[in-house]
């Protein structure tokens, strides 16, 4: 089931509008009892390692599963917490940065922290994923309340399609416009290593969908196709390009980044980009994933490797 919920997610990320908004319900976030933090190599940590972890980096990559209700509580602590630890007098301060959001409506974004339109108005041009009150609003509000940028990394997904029917080629034939909200074609194509990963996933998707009901052709179409895997590239690259231009726009800044855990484990994908659009860049990752039982159990096959830090939830 988790396979196919991460399928789901990497085909049709929902970007529905939300049209009222209430503030989540409480979400228990006990430290060794709903999650566990980890080292890449399996030595156990706390979140507070991860805070110190950040004074010698530029950017932190935080990998999150879209519906884990934990792991959003826990990613609301890294921000305020990254806000408390970094403050202006401290000499550092910090940029949010979204995958959540789309390039295109920067404007609408900024117009929405600094007070020019209401959360109605922000919610009915930005086109928030789904769930967006208990997911993301949390990190946007306390961005808004602390007066920090906010970016919108991730490439239009009107963009990503026509890449997925037409390949990454498709692109050259947009106007200016239109390429001013993508990363300098022909954009970066994925890693041999990254492959792999998507590969993996593919195969166990297959196997996932014929244990469910059998059929596995829509999976297998999916996972065969080039196509598929040169949209995934493009989301990796708009990202990567996007975090390089806002550390360009205020050097000094400490940056941390919230996407889906694909693009983030094992250095592949966003690091990848960033590596490519703005060399030596340091860069810590932090992976969050759901795990059986009552308490997290660390499994080294499983999980070793996947980040700098990996936080288990239950």
Avoid: C
């Amino acid at each position: 089931m988790k396979v196919m919920i991460l399928l789901l997610t990497l085909v049709i990320s929902a970007t529905g509008i939300v049209a009222a908004q209430e503030p989540p319900d409480t979400m228990s976030t006990a430290e060794g009892v709903d999650f566990r933090v980890f080292r890449s190599d399996g030595t156990e940590a706390a979140l507070d390692d991860v805070l110190k972890a950040m004074d010698g980096v530029e950017v932190v990559l935080i990998g999150e599963e879209h519906g884990n209700r934990v792991g959003h509580a826990i990613e609301e602590r890294l921000l305020s917490g990254a806000l408390d630890r970094y403050r202006p007098s401290a000499g550092t301060w910090v940029t949010l940065s979204l995958e959540m959001f789309e390039r295109d409506i920067q404007y609408v974004l900024d117009e929405y922290l600094t007070g020019q339109i209401t959360e109605l108005h922000f919610l009915e041009s930005a086109r928030p994923w789904e769930d967006y009150a208990v997911r993301y609003r949390p990190l946007i509000e306390l961005a808004r309340a602390e007066g920090i940028p906010v970016v919108a990394a991730n490439a239009p997904r009107r963009y990503v399609n026509r890449v997925t029917r037409e390949g990454p080629g498709s692109l050259e034939t947009l106007g200016p416009l239109a390429r001013f909200f993508l990363p300098p074609l022909p954009y970066p194509g994925p890693s041999v290593e990254y492959r792999a990963q998507w590969d993996e996933i593919m195969a166990a998707a297959m196997q996932a969908a014929a244990e469910a009901h059998g059929d596995t052709a829509d999976v297998r179409d999916y996972a065969g196709s080039e196509n598929a895997l040169q949209a995934q590239a493009l989301w990796d690259a708009s990202m990567g390009h996007a975090i390089a231009d806002a550390l360009a726009v205020v050097p000094g800044r400490l940056l941390l980044h919230f996407a889906g855990s694909f693009h983030v484990e094992r250095g592949t994908g966003i690091a990848e980009r960033i590596e490519d659009y703005r060399p030596g860049t340091r860069v810590l990752s932090v992976i969050m994933t759901q795990v059986e039982g009552d308490v997290p159990e660390w499994d080294g096959a499983a999980h070793a490797g996947l980040g700098d830090f990996v936080i288990l939830t239950r």
